[in-house]
């Protein structure tokens, strides 16, 4: 069975700061790995997709196979960072296209 | 803009009761989804559905029911609330792999 996990439920870190969310997953096929944020009081929206290599508000993440990691990476956070940020990997096989499995959720705070 | 709309933000129920929770999008999307989501526990899935009338159980589908008669429409059914399911409702729909989520409904059984 596929499974994701985020290592830290929190996160603090100063503005300017480097930030790195981690994320593991276990999955037997070819994994489709995302990240989702959830800003306060906002409903929950795709950040960026590991197979488009964008990167979106100035996070990144590579996808490790051999270490079966995904973790989300900015250089310098800003305040406006601070949010809850899940992992997600879509199992792509036989009827269940495009079902995703979250993470945990780490909730990143991002101090002045 | 992708729309998903929830019924209610707000939910109070008594324990036994029924409840529904409706989901409608705007998208002529074939993916919908329902998930609870939890402090510590992430989202996890209930029930989705690929395709009108048809729905496959997720990771915790026990106490749910799930129904699907038009394409825009997919409702969440609490036959029997019980206190265990007081949580965050996320209601989702997907042409592929992105999933849009609506605002949510926070649901308090008492």
């Known amino acids: 069975a596929q499974r994701v996990t985020q290592p830290e439920k929190l996160l603090s870190v100063f503005k300017g700061a480097p930030v790195e969310l981690k994320c593991n997953y276990s999955y037997s096929g070819s994994p489709e790995l995302f990240w989702y944020v959830q800003y306060s009081r906002q409903r929950l929206q795709l950040l960026l997709r590991?197979?488009s290599r964008e990167s979106i508000k100035g996070f990144t993440a590579d996808l490790n196979k051999g270490e079966t990691s995904f973790h989300l990476k900015k250089p310098f956070a800003q305040e406006e960072d601070s949010a809850m940020y899940y992992c997600?990997?879509?199992?792509?096989?036989?009827?269940?296209?495009?079902?995703?499995?979250f993470g945990q959720g780490t909730i990143l705070t991002v101090h002045p | 803009d992708v729309k998903v709309t929830q019924s209610s933000r707000y939910l109070v129920k008594r324990t036994g009761e029924k409840v529904f929770l409706e989901c409608v999008q705007d998208m002529d999307h074939e993916n919908m989804f329902w998930y609870r989501q939890d402090p510590g526990l992430g989202l996890r899935l209930i029930y989705f559905?690929?395709?009108?009338?048809?729905?496959e159980k997720g990771d915790i589908p026990e106490g749910y029911s799930v129904s699907r008669e038009k394409k825009e429409r997919f409702s969440l059914i609490l036959e029997s609330a019980s206190t265990n399911q007081t949580s965050m409702y996320l209601c989702?729909?997907?042409?592929?792999?992105?999933?849009?989520f609506g605002p949510g409904t926070r649901l308090t059984v008492t």
């Open positions: 997600a990997l879509s199992d792509s096989e036989g009827t269940s296209y495009g079902k995703l499995t």
């Open positions: 989702a729909s997907s042409p592929y792999y992105e999933q849009y």
């Open positions: 559905s690929y395709d009108v009338k048809m729905k």
């Open positions: 590991h197979i």
